[in-house]
């Protein structure tokens, strides 16, 4: 089956700089529309990034845009995010996720995501 493994995580001060990698194992990753997301308890899943299978297009929510870089290396089956700049409320469980064929409109969705990592926790400090 498909899995997700999520890398990358840690405790960084804020105005610092982490990389997570997202590698994908049992499926044909280049067929794959991918996501970061993130999760803080009490608050609802936000979609941070994602891009489509071609590469495309990119999106961002706003509370990253200009700080957050989305990238994936089909060679490699992994999609990675870089964050830059980052702030206190950065802190959360970031996720991956993966959609068949992913179209634009479908990315933006939760329910459409198939094939889910299980997290990797990022704190920053002030």
């Known amino acids: 089956q498909v899995q997700l493994v999520e890398s990358g995580g840690g405790l960084v001060q804020a105005g610092g700089s982490l990389r997570l990698s997202c590698a994908v194992s049992?499926?044909?990753?280049?067929?794959?529309?991918m996501a970061w997301l993130r999760q803080v308890p009490g608050k609802e899943r936000e979609i941070v990034a994602t891009?489509?299978?071609?590469?495309?297009?990119?999106y961002y929510a706003d509370s990253v845009k200009g700080r957050f870089t989305i990238s994936r290396d089909n060679a490699k089956n992994t999609v990675y995010l870089q964050m830059n700049s980052l702030k206190r409320e950065d802190t959360a469980v970031y996720l991956c996720?993966?959609?068949?064929?992913?179209?634009?409109?479908?990315?933006?969705?939760?329910?459409?995501?198939?094939?889910w990592g299980q997290g990797t926790q990022v704190t920053v400090s002030s």
């Open positions: 049992g499926g044909t990753f280049s067929t794959y529309s």
């Open positions: 996720a993966g959609q068949p064929w992913g179209s634009v409109p479908a990315l933006r969705l939760l329910q459409e995501y198939r094939y």
């Open positions: 891009i489509t299978w071609s590469s495309s297009n990119t």
